[in-house]
């Protein structure tokens, strides 16, 4: 049986240095590359097993590796990409900061419980013109106040409605 780090191999199309390495085995359900029976008849991700064997051991503390090329220029967002260089480590707020960043957040209508869409959005921000308070608007919709009042207050979600 192969170790592990021979698997990996069996699977990537290494480049460049600075290129993307493309896992071409199996992928999870969001393009994740996956390597099953890797460690204790687990399936772990390729792009966590490729940091392991490359840099070291990712601390318990840190449980999420971030593609990019460096945490300012984000460039790589393969979630096929292997590349030791293309990867750096991240707490969960620093991962969901990047996703959102490079627009990849499931926010509005891609969200799979948003209960608004653009149209209800709109009628919501007429609503409030004519003076419904946000507790009336949250009713009408049958979401919670703190929905409206994001939404409408501060602006934060469905801010690409106009």
């Known amino acids: 049986m192969l170790m592990p780090q021979e698997r990996f191999w069996k699977f990537v199309d290494k480049r460049g240095p600075d290129e993307c390495w493309e896992w071409t085995g199996n992928v999870?359900?969001?393009?994740?590359?996956?390597?099953r029976g890797a460690t204790r008849n687990a399936t772990v991700r390729a792009h966590r097993l490729s940091y392991e064997m490359h840099v070291g051991p990712i601390p318990s503390n840190l449980l999420c590796l971030c593609q990019g090329n460096n945490r300012r220029l984000h460039k790589c967002d393969n979630p096929k990409c292997v590349n030791p260089n293309h990867l750096f480590l991240g707490n969960q707020?620093?991962?969901?900061?990047d996703k959102m960043r490079k627009g990849r957040a499931a926010t509005g209508v891609r969200h799979g419980r948003?209960?608004?869409?653009p149209e209800k959005v709109r009628e919501a921000r007429l609503l409030r013109a004519q003076g419904w308070t946000y507790r009336k608007i949250a009713e009408?919709?049958?979401v919670s106040e703190g929905a409206i009042h994001h939404t409408l207050f501060y602006g934060i979600n469905w801010r690409?409605?106009?």
């Open 28 to 35: 999870s359900h969001n393009g994740y590359g996956q390597l």
């Open 93 to 97: 707020f620093e991962n969901i900061q």
């Open 114 to 117: 948003a209960k608004l869409n």
């Open 140 to 142: 009408r919709f049958a």
């Open 160 to 162: 690409d409605v106009r």
